[in-house]
């Protein structure tokens, strides 16, 4: 299977922040990176499909890149309501996610 | 508006058997593949497997595919995990997906 490592493991930053979070494929995984923001007590949400696609209904200041092994979930100005934990997840082949990076204020 | 609604969770026993359910409404079940994903108690995501949109074809996690059996029913927008022989491991949160759109879940304790 093909190992997801997301860095950091926890984040604090403060509102209006520009927040960078990073996922790191263990082989080539062709853009087929998938980011969820999981809030406490919920179920996931899709923010990002294929690397760099929008889902509809989210708001722009979620944005993504990448290609080959190393992708990034980029917020480009943090607000109060994106204290979450935010997944990688990949489906270039058998579907594996990330550990997860924690979104905290600071 | 899409809702996916889990259902059949609880406790159970090692060794026992459990049938999740999951209704979908809001978009056109039989149109899409669907999933279910496990979440532990640690926050690790698990990928179970996968079912074909008219049911013809499935996949499944090579760790659990002789103990977890993926259906559906598209006339009832219907999903279902069949989980058998269950153990400790599998005490989790089970999530239906079409991956674009998730439940909220259901937990599975299994404990003696």
């Known amino acids: 299977d093909i190992q997801m490592t997301q860095s950091p493991s926890v984040l604090s930053a403060s509102v209006g922040d520009r927040v960078t979070l990073n996922c790191k494929a263990s082989?080539?995984?062709?853009?087929?990176l998938n980011w969820y923001q999981q809030k406490l007590g919920e179920a996931p949400k899709l923010l990002i499909y294929?690397?760099?696609n929008l889902q509809t209904g989210i708001p722009s200041r979620f944005s993504g890149s990448g290609s080959g092994t190393d992708y990034t979930l980029t917020i480009s100005s943090l607000q109060p309501e994106d204290v979450a934990t935010y997944f990688c997840?990949?489906?270039?082949?058998?579907?594996?996610f990330g550990a997860g990076t924690k979104l905290e204020l600071k | 508006e899409v809702q996916l609604v889990e259902s059949g969770g609880g406790l159970v026993q090692p060794g026992a058997s459990l049938k999740l359910s999951c209704v979908a409404s809001?978009?056109?079940?039989?149109?899409?593949?669907m999933s279910w994903v496990r979440q532990t108690p640690g926050k690790t995501m698990e990928w179970i497997g996968d079912?074909?949109?008219?049911?013809?074809?499935?996949n499944y996690a090579p760790s659990l595919k002789n103990r977890f059996t993926i259906s559906r029913d598209n006339a009832k927008s219907t999903l279902y995990l069949q989980m058998s022989n269950v153990r400790s491991e599998d005490t989790a949160t089970y999530y239906c997906?079409?991956?674009?759109?998730w439940g909220q879940g259901v937990m599975v304790t299994v404990s003696s």
């Open positions: 997906t079409s991956r674009s759109y």
């Open positions: 809001g978009f056109t079940f039989s149109d899409y593949w």
């Open positions: 079912i074909k949109y008219d049911g013809s074809y499935t």
């Open positions: 082989q080539n995984i062709n853009k087929y």
């Open positions: 294929n690397t760099n």
């Open positions: 997840f990949q489906h270039n082949s058998w579907p594996t």
